[in-house]
């Protein structure tokens, strides 16, 4: 009963059994030029993308320290209602005392 409607759907579409099955799986997209272009697309998009990216890494690092701007003590940041699982339980988990403030404000201050 299912192959006769399967079958039966196949030909109304104009497709074969196999054509239909096969139209879902990997082979019918040509698998011997998928691999060029993607080996292609490492080495011409991929890394020279990571090689940009790193060049631009380096040159705004080497423009060296930016001015911290001042702290103020907003009513609704840095709200502790529990301590944190780790260290004092005050400093977050990549806590850099340059860059983040306590509720109370800057380390160094």
């Keep these: 009963m299912a192959a006769a409607s399967v079958s039966r759907l196949s030909r109304l579409l104009g497709r074969s059994g196999a054509q239909l099955g096969r139209s879902m799986s990997s082979g019918a997209h040509g698998e011997e030029g998928s691999a060029r272009m993607w080996k292609a697309l490492t080495y011409f998009v991929a890394l020279p993308g990571v090689g940009v990216s ?23 940041l840095r709200i502790r209602s529990k301590p944190f699982p780790w260290g004092d339980g005050n400093h977050t988990l990549f806590h850099n005392s340059h860059v983040n403030p306590l509720p109370t404000g800057y380390e160094d201050e």
């Design 54 to 76: 790193m060049l631009n890494v380096f040159l705004k690092s080497r423009h060296g320290e930016h001015e911290r701007p001042e702290f103020v003590a907003y009513p609704h």
